[in-house]
């Protein structure tokens, strides 16, 4: 647990060159911090409240590295309260429950206190629900921090006593702006150390730290305590940036996220996009034997009938994978990305399979019609099994049109309604003329 006094050691204590260089370049004012225009602007609603010290309990939602720690610690500054950072990671109930009884204690005392919560969504029910009565007489200004959706992951009872502001990864642009400005930083950053470094070669660490503005800072750092003479050149740039990250998270709303773009591109038929969303997620580290589940379900859910070659190929590339491996495996199933966006799609049969369903649970258990019943002995003839079943292979055109095939108390149903795409024309053609004649025999056997 970190506990800070008013003006937060974090914030003025910030030039100790032991610290790394991502903490001494921390912003001491909401003027130096870079990225979330939207939230920070002058004139911004959270400005005005941060400025005047007016704040209100919330939850802060972002990316690693986009400010969320720092904007906290500018809340405690700007409001003259104490603050106290715990971790949910790291913290029980019991330091929970001591970190509120002495906020408590300041209270009454008329000190407030910004009590910060890194990773809040780690906490369970029980332990967010502690928070709820020191929210409500005030005796913390809570600011919980999360890179996790809180719909999802913070109950309705908190969320209902916090408004949640949605920080996003910061630009290149404006995380070029805080490398340079801790090149020229004398006192906290790496001003008078002579390092020098193209600004082609700045922008490639701006461009590969994603949206952090953290990870950008500590790999300038890792390249300027590795620059002979202090000059950071291309060959060192290229060295330091060499097998880093994306931003994945391979079990949250990120993850869902970029399935369900990989998914809708494949269904709105953009090969392009489609193979995008699936090699992000391949850089991101996901399971590919996942992806080629999911694959197989886009064959048959999106394509279907219009193209039944769509499963066959799914399959087929899920089999080479495994055979495989990666990343040569890779390759197969990212050729089936791009066949299942490029080819004919249809959803007729998903949507008929659910219709069907729907009347299984609506009806129950119907009794299967005696004429398409087995009969395998003497009693089950007798009994009236099979009786009037007509084998169609004997009946003109190879279809006994007349008769059904349901219960007698659901009489006929449609399902399936292919559309005029791919191979479900000529299915279309067929069923629609099936389906007319087997309406035209039954009219002229019930009169």
Known sequence: MKRQGRQTDLLAGSDNRLSPLAERMRPQTLDEMVGQPRLLAPGSALRRAVESGHLHSMILWGPPGCGKT???LLLAQY?????????????????????????????????????????????????????????????????????????????SALLSRCRVHVLEAVSPVEIERALRRA??????????????????????????????????????????????????????VEQVLADRSRRFDK?????????????????????????????????????????ARRLTRMAVEDIGLADPRALAMATEAWDAYERLGSPEGELALAQVVIYLASTAKSNAAYMAWKAAMRDVREYGTQEVPLHIR??????????????????????????????????????????????????????????????????????????
């Open 374 to 447: 087995n009969a395998p002995t003497k009693l089950m003839k007798a009994l009236g099994y099979g009786q009037g079943y007509q084998y169609d292979h004997d009946r003109e055109g190879g279809i006994a049109l007349e008769q059904t095939g349901f219960p007698d108390a659901m009489g006929e149903r449609v399902y399936y309604q292919p559309v005029p795409r791919g191979m479900e024309i000529k299915l279309k053609e067929k069923l629609d003329a099936l389906r007319s004649a087997r309406e035209a025999a039954r009219t002229r056997h019930d009169d």
């Open 183 to 236: 090149l020229d930083d004398a006192e906290r950053g790496l001003g008078g150390q002579g390092v020098k470094i193209a600004d082609a070669d700045l922008q490639a660490i701006a461009s590969a730290a994603d949206g952090d503005v953290r990870r950008a800072l500590t790999l300038l750092e890792i390249a300027a305590e590795l620059a002979a003479e202090g000059i950071v050149g291309p060959a060192l």
């Open 70 to 72: 720092t904007l906290a």
């Open 79 to 155: 409001a003259a309260a104490e603050f106290v950072a715990i971790s949910a990671v790291m913290s029980g109930l019991p330091e929970v429950r001591k970190v509120l009884n002495e906020a408590e204690r300041r209270f009454h005392a008329g000190q407030r206190t910004v009590l910060f919560v890194d990773e809040v969504h780690r906490f369970n029910k029980v332990q967010q629900d502690a928070f709820l009565p020191y929210i409500e007489q005030g005796s913390v200004l809570f600011v919980g921090a999360t890179t996790e959706n809180p719909s999802f992951e913070l109950n």
């Open 251 to 291: 079990g949250g709303e990120q993850f869902y996220d970029q399935i369900s773009a990989l998914h809708k591109s494949v269904r709105s038929s953009n090969p392009d996009a489609a193979l995008y969303w699936f090699a992000r997620m391949i850089d991101g580290g996901c399971d590919p034997v996942y992806l």
